[in-house]
């Protein structure tokens, strides 16, 4: 039902893992110093850990990238929570809740994950809050309707795994480690997305029309999650160097788009896009690109949702404040006792 493309996401999240285990079994041989052994490391495919040395600008770039990522986890918490209070029955209710915990989760893998490399949560959180890192563009758009539930579950989990999957093989081991865990939770979003896009696909005529016109709002918005284009992209060049990323923007943007035609045919939807066709020469289909001047005006803050997700985002901090106290204070009384 839900295509090949999944369970072979999946396979390479397991080989990634045995990968994880085999480099940190095998000794590096370098000489001449940190610099030297940082290199072989990378050379190696085996892990930088965080006792090992690294150059600044690899810090600041993992750091940059993980912290963007924790964040988007954490503000894609706000799209869907929108639905729990009406989602069509208590089933549904329940499992779009257990999602959005997941996504809550994933925030502190990462933001744990970024701890590893001198920063502290709090530090990160003040960033984001005062505007001075970003999250993801996507959860920008609004979910208007039920559907957008399940077009946020196949068209979003499924661009953030075929983003992510590599990512279980990146060089730094606290993000590598953090990715196995999320992509194995992601494809259960996914699939949860797929499904209730089958269901209303197969209901009854406005059942479908309202699941065609989410898949229709959130297509282009989705294949720009994936970042500039190659030629634009500041950081693709050294990230792929240092084997953070594996592979460019655009190269995952076509992945997921073929991913994409064969799962849209099983729901029986369109994806709105009229030159989306095969091409024999690259054994890929030709598509439209989205919109990247909107991507730019969204990531500086102009999408639909920006001050609206921003707002509640501070609120809900302000208003949890008490929370950490009594946490803080807690540990502390333990430690002490
Ligand atoms: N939204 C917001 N900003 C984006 C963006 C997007 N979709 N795509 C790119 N950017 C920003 C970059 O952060 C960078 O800005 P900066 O220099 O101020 O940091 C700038 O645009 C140029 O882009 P680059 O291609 O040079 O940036 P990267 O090399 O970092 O590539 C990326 C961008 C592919 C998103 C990469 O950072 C990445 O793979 N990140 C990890 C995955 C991630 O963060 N995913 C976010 C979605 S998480 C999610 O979807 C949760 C799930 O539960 C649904």
């Not at 799209?79 to 989602?87: C, D, L, V």
């Not at 730094?172 to 699939?191: D, L, N, T, V, W």
Request: with cysteine; glycine share 8%; hydrophobic share 40%.
């Amino acid at each position: 039902m839900y295509g090949n493309d999944i369970p072979e996401l999946l396979g390479e999240v397991e080989a990634a893992e045995a990968a994880l285990r085999e480099a940190a079994a095998r000794d590096t041989e370098a000489t001449g110093g940190e610099v030297a052994y940082f290199e072989a490391v990378i050379q190696a495919d085996q892990k930088i850990e965080p006792r090992d040395w690294m150059p600044d600008s690899y810090r600041k770039t993992l750091i940059r990238q993980i912290a963007q990522h924790a964040h988007s986890e954490i503000i894609g918490m706000q799209p869907e929570g929108n639905w729990i209070s009406r989602a069509p029955t208590l089933k549904r209710k329940a499992i779009l809740l257990a999602k959005v915990q997941d996504e809550a989760g994933h925030g502190l893998y990462l933001y744990a994950a970024a701890e590893t490399l001198g920063v502290s949560r709090d530090e990160l959180v003040d960033k984001l809050l005062a505007g001075r890192q970003k999250y993801s563009s996507i959860f920008n758009y609004p979910t208007l309707t039920w559907a957008d539930v399940g077009a946020i579950g196949w068209l979003v989990d499924g661009a953030a795994i075929v983003n992510q999957v590599p990512l279980c093989r990146c060089s730094y081991g606290p993000y590598a480690r953090a990715m196995i865990r999320i992509c194995k939770e992601e494809s259960f979003h996914q699939r949860q997305g797929f499904e209730i896009l089958h269901t209303l696909s197969h209901g009854t005529g406005g059942q479908r029309a309202m699941a065609q016109d989410a898949v229709d709002r959130w297509w282009y918005p989705s294949l720009a999650m994936f970042g500039p284009p190659d030629a634009d992209s500041t950081h693709s060049e050294q990230s792929m160097a240092w084997k953070i990323k594996r592979f460019s923007n655009d190269e995952l943007r076509q992945r997921f788009v073929d991913m994409c035609v064969q799962q849209a045919g099983v729901l029986g939807l369109t994806l709105p896009d009229p030159d989306l066709r095969w091409n024999e020469d690259r054994q890929a289909y030709d598509f439209t690109q989205p919109d990247y001047d909107e991507l730019m005006q969204v990531i500086k803050g102009n999408g639909p949702c920006n001050r609206q997700r921003m707002a509640h985002r501070r609120r809900a901090h302000d208003e949890g404040a008490w929370v950490r106290e009594a946490a803080a204070a807690y540990a502390k009384k333990k430690a002490a006792a």
